[in-house]
């Protein structure tokens, strides 16, 4: 039997969505079928997301730009620096409330992903305009994690900027990604974070 056009495209897009394979994409789409409300909501959730893009000071997902985190003076002076948009509401679940900048990856040769990859001149430029009272590496405890914190010790070394550097503390588990932790970890972690020394890295 032929599977009519409309159908076979959204079983497509589907599965274009990360963990879903051919038959969890049929189970979304009998789902969807059966009930138009769910549809309707759907429909009208997405639609929201239209006009979503990246705040242009810290890179995390607003609306606004600059966004509310940038913006809203109640925030501590501290610096949180993460990979990737999606870990700046990771560290708001933790309490964490003060500002963020968002790399846009780490360095990993394997993934092609270079300095150049990498929101530098912004954070270099976020640096040395505010007298922060702390920054925060907050990049998970992989390999490229690692690579990277030292890649940023050595680079704001080389440009001059001096900032209070620290990063998460120990407990955290070897090889995960920031988004692979728990929150109780990660709230642990932030906590008993230490100053980024060079011995360590
Ligand atoms: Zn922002």
């Given at each position: 039997?032929?599977?009519?056009?409309?159908?076979?495209?959204?079983?497509?897009?589907?599965?274009?969505?990360?963990?879903?394979?051919?038959k969890t994409a049929e189970d979304i789409l009998h789902t969807l079928l059966t009930h138009t409300e769910l549809r309707q909501e759907l429909h009208a959730r997405l639609g929201d997301l239209q006009g979503m893009g990246v705040c242009g000071v810290?890179?995390?997902?607003?609306?606004?730009?600059?966004?509310?985190?940038?913006?809203?003076?109640?925030?501590?002076?501290?610096?949180?620096?993460?990979?990737?948009?999606?870990?700046?509401?990771?560290?708001?679940?933790?309490?964490?409330?003060?500002?963020?900048?968002?790399?846009?990856?780490?360095?990993?040769?394997?993934?092609?992903?270079?300095?150049?990859?990498?929101?530098?001149?912004?954070?270099?430029?976020?640096?040395?305009?505010?007298?922060?009272?702390?920054?925060?590496?907050?990049?998970?405890?992989?390999?490229?994690?690692?690579?990277?914190?030292?890649?940023?010790?050595?680079?704001?070394?080389?440009?001059?900027?001096?900032?209070?550097?620290?990063?998460?503390?120990?407990?955290?588990?070897?090889?995960?990604?920031?988004?692979?932790?728990?929150?109780?970890?990660?709230?642990?972690?932030?906590?008993?974070?230490?100053?980024?020394?060079?011995?360590?890295?």
């Amino acid at each position: 039997m032929e599977i009519p056009r409309e159908i076979r495209g959204l079983l497509e897009a589907l599965m274009k969505l990360p963990g879903i394979g051919e038959k969890t994409a049929e189970d979304i789409l009998h789902t969807l079928l059966t009930h138009t409300e769910l549809r309707q909501e759907l429909h009208a959730r997405l639609g929201d997301l239209q006009g979503m893009g990246v705040c242009g000071v810290c890179g995390a997902w607003s609306r606004d730009n600059p966004c509310t985190f940038c913006t809203d003076p109640a925030r501590e002076n501290r610096l949180l620096v993460v990979p990737l948009p999606r870990d700046v509401w990771l560290f708001e679940r933790t309490g964490y409330r003060g500002r963020y900048h968002v790399l846009g990856g780490l360095l990993s040769p394997l993934e092609g992903i270079s300095a150049e990859d990498l929101r530098l001149e912004s954070l270099r430029h976020r640096l040395i305009s505010t007298s922060w009272r702390e920054v925060i590496l907050a990049l998970g405890a992989t390999f490229e994690a690692d690579t990277t914190a030292a890649f940023l010790r050595e680079y704001l070394q080389e440009h001059g900027v001096e900032v209070p550097l620290t990063r998460l503390g120990v407990g955290l588990p070897v090889g995960k990604t920031l988004d692979r932790l728990d929150l109780d970890t990660l709230r642990e972690a932030l906590i008993n974070r230490k100053p980024l020394d060079s011995e360590e890295m």
